[in-house]
């Protein structure tokens, strides 16, 4: 066994961790067996055609994350076969992701289209090995000869074609001589073949549409299939990792590379998609999510999205721990929520510096401090990091609580402002609660209070008071704008639940949850955090964790809510 098999991880905390898993156990055998020269070879292959997701993430984290630990190399190879679908705003933001990730492809990202002429000749090749043919079958006609999981297929009229003609066709294929759908070019396997992939599968159909990287150079494409396997040989790749569902189309990436006896024939590894839930990691659905304005955009701090999840305040860190800790298997199954949940926690538990916010502000004036006296007070940035320093708090007349915090009528063993009763100011004094001022609505509009000068740093003479909230003054204190997120779907599966209709697949939307945003805007921030810049995060005491979002600006702090103290969401009585 190489030593490069043990893999330690480097963590926010001083906890290392050992991962092993199948996929690591077959590279380590393979060096010990000099296979690929010893060398390890993979590649991340995203479509782009839409943003990457957690799911992604976990694939990321092990194809570029196995290249590190086994001091090999990982390709980013851009899965660009379907000409239409793909855009260049996702090229880019693919590229963005996977750098923020922490990781590095070798070179220049590729593109399987920089491939075309190669995987060409290839399927020249094929033809005059007598292994590939021309179909003239329409599609609907191809669909009935094709047969269906409990009975074989049948062979084409035109699987018998002289290789000159096929060879003849597939130029004029290329030519543009034929309209879309008239002519494929297809393997030729065995019709009869209990794994219908095999059966005589499609290697390059015509489309007549401009690609985003060669133009109007081509009017045949590839199949995804053909492609991949090629591509992974043509760059060397030793382990060519991919999700369970490509299980069955294994023998054909096999069959391809030992027709044409490519130099290297990379093996194909399934391991488990990741499902998380709660949402759904299906890039269709999550780009039905955002064109029909059910989200603000890719990125709405909601999205299982990346660069959701960065704007949300997702470290790099917390996404790569999460991805070791679910580690890698055969068997499918749901990670819940409340792992990832877990792993920014940890994270931001020991980074984030504590501040004081009030989201839904109650005005408090204290009668018994003078009108224009404002004191500094002093408090740790973080309650076990004395490197982090202090901050500065302004305590002054009128100061805001949070709505929560007060109850007119307080229910038994209640630990906040009350009448009559004390509580302490975080890091501040003991106030007590003198009066309380409503609307004509009966609304709470103000508390007059009276504090206990002695009480700064100590306990309170003679009486014990237990309860401490948090606060912040009027006048030395930012305005900002809180950003509160939920689940974004009610339903643990949401495609599940949507299982019943059949014929429709967008029912997944019903179970979309209507309460995932509120903004709390009213919010006031202690004034310690003016010049907090997009991306700062903080632990606001009592409330969560939070991360300035791009919004920010200088005169209006906006936060988003990365993450809850605890996990509320089980305790709410949700599972
Ligand atoms: P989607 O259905 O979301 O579009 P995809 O598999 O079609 O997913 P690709 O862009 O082709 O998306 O995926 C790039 C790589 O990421 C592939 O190797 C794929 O297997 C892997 N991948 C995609 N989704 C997941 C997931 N949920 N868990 C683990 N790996 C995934
Ligand atoms: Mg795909």
Request: negative net charge.
């Amino acid at each position: 066994m190489s030593d490069s098999a043990t893999r330690t991880t480097e963590k926010t905390t001083s906890e290392t961790k050992v991962v092993s898993n199948f996929i690591r156990h077959i590279i380590d055998k393979d060096i010990s067996n000099n296979k690929n020269d010893g060398k390890v070879v993979t590649r991340f292959p995203p479509e782009p055609n839409g943003y990457l997701h957690i799911g992604h993430a976990k694939s990321i984290c092990l194809n570029f994350g196995l290249a590190q630990d086994y001091q090999g190399v990982c390709n980013l190879r851009f899965d660009d076969t379907n000409p239409e679908k793909e855009e260049l705003e996702y090229i880019d933001s693919i590229k963005k992701d996977v750098s923020w990730l922490g990781f590095e492809w070798k070179g220049e990202p590729r593109f399987a289209s920089d491939y075309f002429a190669q995987l060409y000749q290839y399927a020249i090749d094929l033809i005059k090995a007598g292994k590939a043919y021309v179909c003239s079958l329409s599609p609907d006609e191809a669909r009935e000869y094709r047969g269906s999981l409990t009975e074989a297929g049948k062979d084409s009229p035109y699987r018998d074609q002289s290789v000159a003609e096929n060879l003849d066709l597939f130029a004029r294929m290329k030519q543009g001589e034929f309209d879309e759908g008239e002519k494929v070019l297809r393997a030729k396997i065995d019709m009869a073949s209990p794994n219908l992939n095999m059966r005589d599968p499609i290697l390059y159909r015509i489309r007549k549409v401009e690609h985003h990287q060669t133009g109007n150079e081509w009017c045949i494409y590839p199949m995804y299939d053909y492609t991949h396997c090629l591509s992974d040989a043509i760059e060397g790749i030793t382990h060519s990792l991919c999700t369970l569902e490509f299980e069955d189309h294994r023998p054909l990436y096999d069959w391809v590379l030992e027709q044409l006896q490519t130099p290297n024939h990379p093996q194909q590894i399934e391991f488990a998609r990741l499902n998380l839930n709660y949402t759904i990691t299906s890039k269709r659905k999550l780009k039905q999510l955002v064109d029909d304005n059910h989200v603000l955009g890719w990125d709405d701090p909601r999205m299982p999205t990346i660069s959701g999840l960065r704007r949300r305040g997702y470290t790099s860190a917390s996404i790569r721990d999460f991805s070791d800790r679910i580690g890698v298997t055969k068997v499918d199954g749901v990670v819940d929520m409340s792992t990832l949940e877990f792993c920014i926690r940890e994270d931001l538990e020991h980074s984030a510096p504590r501040a004081m916010c009030v989201i839904n502000p109650l005005k408090v004036t204290i009668e018994s401090w003078a009108e224009d006296e404002v004191q500094e007070l002093s408090a740790p940035r973080h309650p076990k990091d004395e490197s982090m320093g202090r901050r500065t708090l302004k305590m002054t007349r009128v100061i805001y609580i949070d709505r929560s915090d007060f109850e007119e009528v307080p229910p038994p063993k209640y630990k906040r402002l009350t009448v009559d009763k004390e509580v302490r100011l975080r890091n501040s004094y003991v106030i007590k609660c003198e009066q309380v001022i409503k609307d004509e609505q009966g609304e709470v509009i103000e508390l007059r209070c009276s504090h206990d000068a002695d009480t700064l740093g100590k306990k309170p003479e003679g009486r014990k008071v237990k309860g401490v909230i948090h606060w912040v003054s009027e006048q030395q204190s930012m305005p900002a704008e809180v950003r509160l997120y939920d689940r974004l779907f009610t339903v643990e599966n949401p495609d599940a639940a949507a299982k019943k209709h059949e014929d429709d697949d967008s029912h997944f939307l019903d179970f979309l949850n209507p309460d995932s945003f509120k903004v709390m805007a009213n919010a006031r921030a202690e004034i310690s955090l003016a010049g907090t810049q997009p991306g700062d995060a903080f632990q606001f005491e009592r409330e969560g964790y939070f991360t300035a979002d791009p919004d920010t600006s200088s005169d209006k702090l906006v936060f988003n809510r990365t993450v809850s103290l605890r996990d509320s969401w089980a305790k709410a009585g949700n599972k």
